[in-house]
Every structure is written in C-alpha cells, then in structure tokens.
C-alpha cells in the first residue's frame, strides 16, 4: 500500500512507524487507520523483526482523535470509529515483538492512548501529555480510561481525565506514563539504543516477557501466575534458552 499519512520503514531487525499528518498534527482519522493497519500487516509478516518504533513528524506524536471528522458523526460511527481504534491499538498492544512510543511532541487524547498501547514510552522535552477529551463534551474513546489507570493509578489517572490538564514530559515521568526523557536531538537514538538492548536478547524470550505481562496485569493473579509458570517452563524445551544458559556457563556471549 502507498502510505501518505504515515511513513514506514522497515529496516534488517526493527521497523519504525512515523506519523506523518503533521498540518493537522498527526490527528487519527479513518485513513490513518486504514495506513496503520496495513503497516502492521506488513510487520507481523516480516519474521526478521525483533522491534517496532513510532514516533511522529512536527511538533506532534499525534493530538487526537480527528475532531473535524468526530464532529460528522452519529452514534453509530462514533462507535465503529471508536471500535477501529481499540481494534489498532490492540493489536500494537498485543504485537509480539517490543513496541516503543519515541514521543516527539503533543500525545493528547487519542495520541496519549496510541502511546499507551506501546510497550515503552520515552519522550522528548517537548512533549506533552493530556485526555483533554472533556473539553469537547467527550470521554476517551480508544481505552484511555483503561490504560491511563493501570500505568499511572487510578487517583492519578482521573486527576487527569477530569482536569484535562495538560502535563509536560518531566510530569509524565514523575506519574511513569513515560520511562525516559530525553533532549529532542537524542529521541530516536535513545529508541534505538532500547532496540539494541532488545535484539541482542532472545528472541523467544523477549516475545514471551512481553506475551505474559501485557495477558497478566489484564487476568487475576492465580490464573496470571500459571500463566507464567507455563510460559517459563515450556521455555526449557527451546534452543534459545539451553544456548543462553551454556554461553553463560562457559563466559561467552550467547550465540542465538
Ligand atoms: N483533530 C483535528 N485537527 C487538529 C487536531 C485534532 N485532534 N489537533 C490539532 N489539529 C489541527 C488544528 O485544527 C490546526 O489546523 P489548521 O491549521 O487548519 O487550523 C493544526 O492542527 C495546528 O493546530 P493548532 O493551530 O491548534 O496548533 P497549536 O500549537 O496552537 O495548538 C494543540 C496545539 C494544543 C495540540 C491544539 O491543536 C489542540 O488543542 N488540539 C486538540 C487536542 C485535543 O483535544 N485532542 C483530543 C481529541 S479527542 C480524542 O482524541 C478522542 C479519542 C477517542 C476517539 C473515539 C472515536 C469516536
């Protein structure tokens, strides 16, 4: 597919995605979708890939739902716009490879719940944070009420919903809704260097760290426990983990 809102890179072990709208400051609308699903397709086909980036171009991550389009719609496409959503950014949540959030600027409303789909977030100094949906007489629509609370906590997360105020990248450090700030130079070198860390791990471990702990914190603790239990052992009959084991026994470097 030809992408104009979006670009995509693909390189030999990791992809980046750049939301590319930046006259509307990457604002989520139904074509975007279409783009992002389709570049997602590409990335779950493509073995090689240990991760995925997505950052945005201008002064933007992304600021939101499209309101232009939200303000033509009826209940009904309201919902299906909504569902679209939750359906892409579960599908980042759930993709088995590690997703990183390069945040660049604004990450408002559904830009902040795009962000929160990724498996790690750092941003710029730039960047600001917010579900300013309130102002607009709306509620989060692509499982923002959801995610907000599990990553900053519940009181945390309504301060911010209800308010709609807007917190700056250091605050969103201080709450954990970010892991890293960094100088606006230094963004996609530090997603990179995360990339590195990650590519030189196992590859199946990686995927199942990732597997169980996004399943977990959405199960109760028993089932979530044995959940584990399964995952780790079933690991003991895979190549990656007797090479990881007796490379460390034998004080080298694991060769995967
Ligand atoms: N949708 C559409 N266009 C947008 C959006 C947006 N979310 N945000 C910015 N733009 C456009 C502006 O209209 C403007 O266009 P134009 O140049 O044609 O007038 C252009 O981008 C640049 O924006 P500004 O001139 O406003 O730039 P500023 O630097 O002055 O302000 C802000 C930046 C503070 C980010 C400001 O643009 C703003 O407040 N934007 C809206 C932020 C917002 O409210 N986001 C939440 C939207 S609601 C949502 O995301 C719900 C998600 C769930 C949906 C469920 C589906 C039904």
């Known amino acids: 597919m030809e992408y104009t809102n979006i670009e995509v890179q693909i390189n030999e072990s990791s992809a980046q995605i ?16 279409v783009e992002l699903n389709s570049a997602l397709d590409e990335i779950e086909k493509n073995d090689n890939l240990r991760a995925l980036i997505i950052t945005g171009n201008g002064k933007a991550f992304v600021a939101g739902a499209d309101i232009g389009e939200m303000s033509e719609m009826n209940e009904e496409q309201a919902y299906n716009f909504a569902k679209t959503g939750h359906d892409t950014f579960n599908r980042i949540a759930n993709l088995k490879i590690p997703v990183i959030a390069a945040i660049n ?8 719940e795009f962000a929160m789909a990724c498996d790690i977030r750092i941003a710029n100094t730039f960047a600001k944070f917010g579900q300013p949906e309130v102002n607009l007489g709306l509620i989060p629509g692509y499982c923002g009420t959801q995610r907000l609370s599990r990553i900053i ?11 709609a105020d807007m917190i700056d990248a250091n605050e969103a450090l201080r709450l954990g809704l970010v892991q890293k700030v960094t100088e ?10 995360i990339v590195s860390k990650i590519t030189s791990k196992g590859k199946l471990a990686i995927e199942k760290a990732k ?4 399943k977990g914190i959405n199960m109760d603790f028993d089932s979530a426990s044995k959940l584990e239990v399964e995952e780790f052992s079933k690991l003991f009959g895979k190549p990656e983990s007797k090479e990881g084991m007796t490379a460390f026994l034998e004080k080298r470097k694991p060769n995967w």
Do not use: I, Y
């Open 184 to 193: 606006p130079e230094d963004l996609l070198n530090e997603a990179n260097k």
């Open 211 to 214: 597997e169980v702990t996004v």
């Open 105 to 112: 600027g604004f990450a408002l409303g559904g830009g902040c």
């Open 18 to 33: 750049t939301m590319n709208r930046p006259q509307a400051l990457n604002a989520l609308n139904s074509q975007v979708f």
């Open 153 to 163: 906590g519940l009181s945390n997360a309504l301060h911010l919903l209800l308010t």
